[in-house]
């Protein structure tokens, strides 16, 4: 990050998440609810596990936003655990508690907790798995929402959508890729719980996590993100990491449980030869000589590290979810001994969860790039320069 800079804390059955944000500029529009519907979108989805039932979460703003506009000050957010009235004792701060409850000696394969306790000499798993849990990424989603509040003043749209659960495949293709066909598949997808676009998809997935959950195994999948209205010139050519693709990469793989990116056609791009999958340019239609259009998007977006003013494109991979109700071989961390991995409530599949995820991380690096680009203390600030900027450039 260049411009903005932000930070998560907190435990998974801690008392609470905070989050602090820094290089907002003053004045512009935020509330609590603009936050919340975008943390409401985090916990759908088919096949999460009890955890989503218990907490239904709200933000409070407690630093940097006056009479419903930013100050340009850091904005710190907080986010109640509400399953901590369940840890009082087990997750207290407090030394007299300790081993009020039952160590975690099991480590599961596909965790943190191995590696964790071995590099942080641990003798409790739960020392480990309680930051590593994905319940740290509700804060994230809360700090994206004040990026994509930004973005949003500017016109800049961001959305996503399920496009595979295990085996199960939504097949997209370039005609499906260019802005209104991509913000109708992102409306369309709000309205399903599993956040594809097609009904009928949506039934086989269901039944493919249905199985998952009556076998016991877990489920991964692939979704797209994708963000509309960018300006041409965020991110840069000239250091490896000022690129805006090598930081989106980043930033996905940074998620819990992600495991692969691809910008525009990505891996396929490999397969085919360059005259099939350069993104030809077309002259302008509209007033300005370097407003093109381009015959297609293969690239994404990007083109050596900057936005081109096509749609850009980014997909991910997430694994299966390690923990297993049917668990797997381990071993006990204090005998050494053969014994199944520890189960605790679990999903069986998150990844609508890990979309909405993907989309408050791809606001945070595009905030951060389109700020470094515009600059500005206020929002009127920004607004003039990236005023002069396309009226000279463009
Ligand atoms: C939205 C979301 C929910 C997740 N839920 C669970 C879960 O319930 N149980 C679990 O074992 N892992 C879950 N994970 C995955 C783990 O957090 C992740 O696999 C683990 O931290 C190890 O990191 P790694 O897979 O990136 O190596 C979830 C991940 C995301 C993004």
Redesign the pocket.
């Known amino acids: 990050m260049f411009k903005l800079r932000f930070l998560t804390a907190g435990e998974s059955h801690g008392k609470a998440l905070t989050g602090i944000i820094e290089g907002i500029p003053a004045n512009l529009s935020l509330t609590p609810e603009y936050i919340n519907n975008q943390l409401k979108r985090r916990q759908k989805g088919y096949g999460r596990?009890g955890r989503m039932k218990i907490e239904s979460d709200r933000v409070e703003i407690i630093s940097g936003v006056r009479w419903g506009k930013t100050l340009g000050s850091p904005i710190s957010l907080l986010i109640k655990n509400r399953d901590w009235e369940n840890w009082h004792d087990g997750m207290s701060v407090e030394g007299s508690k300790a081993g009020s409850i039952a160590p975690v000696t099991r480590p599961?394969p596909?965790?943190?907790d191995l590696a964790g306790v071995i590099k942080y000499n641990q003798q409790d798993i739960r020392n480990i798995l309680e930051r590593?849990?994905?319940r740290e990424?509700a804060m994230r989603v809360a700090l994206g929402s004040v990026a994509r509040r930004l973005l949003e003043h500017f016109g800049i749209r961001i959305g996503g959508f399920v496009t595979s659960i295990g085996p199960v495949r939504y097949e997209i293709n370039q005609a499906m890729l260019k802005e209104e066909e991509l913000t109708e598949l992102a409306r369309r997808a709000e309205s399903s719980e599993l956040s594809v676009p097609e009904g009928a998809l949506e039934e086989k997935m269901r039944e493919e996590i249905d199985r998952a959950k009556t076998e016991g195994y877990s489920l991964g999948g692939t979704f797209l993100v994708f963000a509309t209205g960018l300006p041409v010139g965020l991110g840069s050519h000239i250091q490896w990491d000022r690129r805006l693709d090598a930081r989106i990469a980043q930033a996905m793989l940074g998620?819990?449980?992600i495991k692969g990116v691809e910008i525009g056609s990505g891996f396929r791009m490999s397969e085919r030869p360059g005259s099939e999958v350069m993104d030809e340019i077309l002259p302008s239609e509209r007033g300005s000589k370097l407003s093109v259009s381009r015959a297609s998007n293969h690239a994404g977006g990007i083109e050596g590290g900057m936005t081109n003013g096509m749609p850009l494109l980014v997909r991910a991979a997430m694994?299966p979810?390690?923990?297993q109700a049917r668990p797997l071989r381990s071993i006990d961390i204090q005998s050494g001994e053969a014994i199944e991995a520890a189960y605790e409530r679990?999903?069986v599949c998150?990844v609508p969860?890990?979309t909405v995820?993907a989309e408050a991380m791809l606001a945070l690096v595009l905030c951060d790039a389109f700020l470094e680009k515009f600059g500005g203390d206020s929002i009127e600030e920004t607004e003039t320069n990236l005023k002069n900027y396309t009226s000279t450039y463009l």
């Open positions: 596990g599961r596909g965790h943190a590593s849990s994905a990424t998620i819990q449980a694994k979810i390690p923990t679990s999903d998150a969860a890990a995820i």
